[in-house]
């Protein structure tokens, strides 16, 4: 069965630090993956997606990125934290097809201090 | 552009109430829509898809294009429905998007 990970649960940052938050899949091969933002009155933002290696589509303009280094890994980054980027981030992955469904990792709760 | 909309933030019925949780979407093409559940200290899961016009826990949701709508319905609330809800659509590109969430809150 496929099963998502994703690490740290939580994580607790300086102002201008970096960050690098990493979503593993298991059990399948070339997954679409995502990554989310989930906040309180706003919903679940979607910040990034990747269909393959190397290929990032972003949504959301702001001071996060995101690599694809290896077919089931994703990872989302910063160089320079700021204090807006604190809140609770979703890894997913999206099996596509007859019956199409996201698989949502456990979520990270990042607080910039 | 997709959006999808869900008007209410918070939901509150009474058990044996009938439920309705809203969904609007904007989508030029012909779109995949979803109805996702998060339970208390758990994870987001899929609860319906309208491809499958199927009924999950009495749950049922239906693509009313000309409406640009999907909204989940139930007769009879129970108290375990409680969640947050979440509407999703999936478009062209592999844009998976989600809606604001509405909480249900279901009394005794």
């Known amino acids: 069965s496929q099963t998502i990970h994703q690490w740290p649960a939580t994580l607790v940052q300086p102002v201008g630090s970096p960050l690098s938050l990493e979503c593993t899949v298991e059990g399948t091969s070339n997954p679409n993956l995502y990554w989310y933002r989930q906040a309180a009155g706003r919903g679940l933002q979607l910040l990034f997606y990747s269909v393959g290696i190397g290929q990032i589509s972003s949504e959301v303009p702001q001071n996060l990125s995101a690599s694809r280094p290896q077919d089931r890994q994703f990872i989302l980054s910063s160089k320079k934290l700021l204090l807006s980027d604190s809140g609770f981030y979703l890894c997913?992955?999206?099996?596509?097809?007859?019956?199409?469904?996201?698989?949502f990792g456990q979520g990270t709760r990042l607080t910039v201090v | 552009a997709q959006r999808v909309t869900q008007p209410e933030k918070l939901l509150s019925v009474f058990k044996g109430a009938p439920v309705e949780l809203k969904c609007n979407y904007s989508y030029s093409g012909s779109p995949e829509l979803f109805w996702y559940v998060q339970y208390s200290r758990q994870r987001l899961q899929l609860l319906l898809r309208?491809?499958s016009r199927e009924s999950i826990k009495g749950f049922t949701a239906d693509l009313n294009k000309g409406e640009t709508s999907f909204h989940l319905k139930k007769p009879f609330a129970q108290e375990e429905d409680s969640a947050m809800y979440y509407c999703a659509l999936l478009g062209g590109t592999y844009k998976y998007i989600f809606g604001t969430g509405t909480r249900l809150k279901v009394l005794a």
């Open positions: 997913a992955w999206v099996r596509q097809g007859k019956n199409t469904e996201a698989f």
């Open positions: 309208h491809i």
